[in-house]
């Protein structure tokens, strides 16, 4: 008797920009295949970037096979034949000829467009939504990730928040992250990671963290905005309050420890926050800037949730920081917002962990799919 086929997914990626989309996709696709054993096609139009995340990507190939998964570039798209889900990420749009395929299959394939992440209300009205394609009569589904159980949920492997509570209750783990990264850290100084867009007002944030008076050792990775941030290391020859580890590009599968191992995270984009809330540590985020302001109240809506349990004054603390950070349109005296942060860390540091178990409790956006896809297939 043979074995059932696994469940088949194809999952389309753009790289628009940085690394939040493909690191998305990836992350998506390997938990189809080591908790559900689906057989996973990922089909990019930018393997360099994926090359990155996973260094053991070949970006000159065709088509290869890393992690138990298949990966192909966008052009070898047309030849496929497609898999039972397509997961098209971020309206990424995957070529005509592959939808006409889709078309032509009984019954065609569960279609899925997983959207960004967002905390906006809206999100729980379109979360499920489903449009027909005009031509090819095919049914899209529009799956939100979120922070309420109205959305598709956020991504979170079976395993993550063991593995994250083991690391921060073993006394030594952190050191030997350090250590493993050749780095030897001062024991009383906080370990600020740092991943941020450029901003006009890094030398300002930098300014309050020197005027605070308390070292921090802070942790670079590769970012645009590392030669501001050496252009005020330069302009600050003497001062060692502040000492500041260039990072290298770490594999993403490495991402989780680099957070597990700092005690205060500066984080940005999409999947970077979310790894943050489920490293459940003190955070500040860099929300990919638009035009006009326009992420202003998309950063307002994350707070909406993030605040639940937080007292007034810690959140008014935590907000106060964070949108100052992420609005260019106005000059800001870092100082006392960082010091009212500091002094308010202990109550920000336990809300990180209650609000961890809370969103815990949501299913995750694996599943989600997963049941989106054997509901299509009667499974
Ligand atoms: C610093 C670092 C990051 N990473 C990974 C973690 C994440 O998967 C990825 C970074 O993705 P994000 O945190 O989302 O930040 P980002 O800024 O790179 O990506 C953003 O790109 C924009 C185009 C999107 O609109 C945003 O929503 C967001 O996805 O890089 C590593 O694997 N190793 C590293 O050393």
Known sequence: ????????????????????????????????????QWAVRLLVDDLQSLAKLVPTVDPTLAQQRIAGLVIWQWEQAPSATPAQMVVEAFACDPPVTYLQRMAQQTPPPAWVNLEYLSAETWVEDCHGLVSRHPQLGLEKVFVFPGFSPRTGGLLREKGLLAAASAFNLSPAAADQFWTTQGLTLRAQAPRLFFFTYASPH????????????QALEILLPPTPATPQVEAWLAAHPNQTLLRVHPLPFLPQAEFDRLLWASDLLFVRGEDSLVRAQWAAKPMIWHIYPQAEQ???????????????GLTASALAAQTALNQAWCDTNRAVDFAPLWANWRQHLPEIQSHALSWRAELSQQPDLATVLVSQAYKKWGQ
């Open 202 to 213: 890094i030398p300002a944030l930098l300014d309050a963290w020197l005027s605070h008076g």
């Open 294 to 308: 326009a992420h202003l109240p998309k950063l307002a809506a994350f707070y909406s949730h993030y605040s639940q």
């Open 1 to 36: 008797m043979h074995a059932a086929a696994p469940f088949s997914c194809d999952i389309f990626c753009r790289v628009i920009d940085n690394y939040g989309d493909i690191g998305v996709c990836w992350r998506l696709a390997r938990q189809l295949v080591d908790e559900y």
